[in-house]
C-alpha cells in the first residue's frame, strides 16, 4: 500500500541535530527533509498564503516524487468559517498550482468551535477544480452525521482520520478512494511521542480500510523535541512491512 508519510511543516528550529545537521542553515532544510520524506503538509499557507513564486520555489527545490500538502488559510476555514468560499478557495488554488505536479492533497481543518453545516461543506467542497483531493477534519462533535458523511462521499472528499492522545478523536469513516490522516499528540515517553502499539494499531486500522493501490498520506504534527521526525520514520517502516 502506497503510504505517504511525513511530518506537519519542516521548519522547526529544534529539528537542528534531530533532522538537519546543527551546521545547516535554514534556507536549506526542505531539501534535507526531501531527502528523508517524500512527503509533506504545508501548514504555511494556513497562517500566510504563500505567493505563487514561493511555490514554485518550493516545487524547484523538491525531487520528482514529492508531494505536498497544503493546509487551506485560515481565513477560509476560521475567519469566513467556510461561508462565501468562492474567492480564497479560487486564491489558494491559483497560488498553489505554482507546484505543479508536486501538488498533493488540500487540508481543511475546521474550527473547534465551528459547529456542523453540511450545506456550507458542500458549497465549499464545489469551489475546488473537478479532481482536487480534498481532507476534511472537522473538530466538533455535531459533524458526526448521515448528511456531512454524505457530502464527503459525493464530493469525493476524504474525511481526515486524527489522532490525539494515541486514540481516534474521528470516526472512521472511509469517503474516498484514498485516505488523509493526521497525528497530534502521542502518549508515550518523551512526550508527545507515539509508542509502538499505537502506530501499530494506525498501520493495521489503514490497511484495513484501503485496498493495497490506495494512496494514504499520513503526517505527525507532534513536533516538539522532533517527536514527529522519529515517529514518521517508524511509521514509514512499519506500513512498508519493516520493524519500526
Known sequence: MPVHVGTSGWQYRD???ILYPPDLPQRLWLEAYAEHFRTVESNNAFYRLPSPEIFARWRERTPPGF???VKASRYLTHIKRLRDPKEPVHRLMEHAASLGERLGPIL????PTLQADAGALDACLACFPAGTRIAVEPRHASWWTAAV???LSERGAALCWADRGSRPVTPLWRTADWGYVRFHEGR???AP???RTALRSWAERIADAWPADADV????NNDPGGAAVVNAHSF???TAGGDP
Open 15 to 17: 529539528w537542528s541535530g
Open 67 to 69: 508531494v505536498m500538502a
Open 108 to 111: 481543511l481543518q475546521l474550527p
Open 149 to 151: 458523511r454524505g457530502v
Open 188 to 190: 508515550a515517553d518523551p
Open 193 to 195: 511521542r507515539y509508542g
Open 217 to 220: 498520506f499520513a503526517y505527525f
Open 236 to 238: 514509514e517502516r512499519l
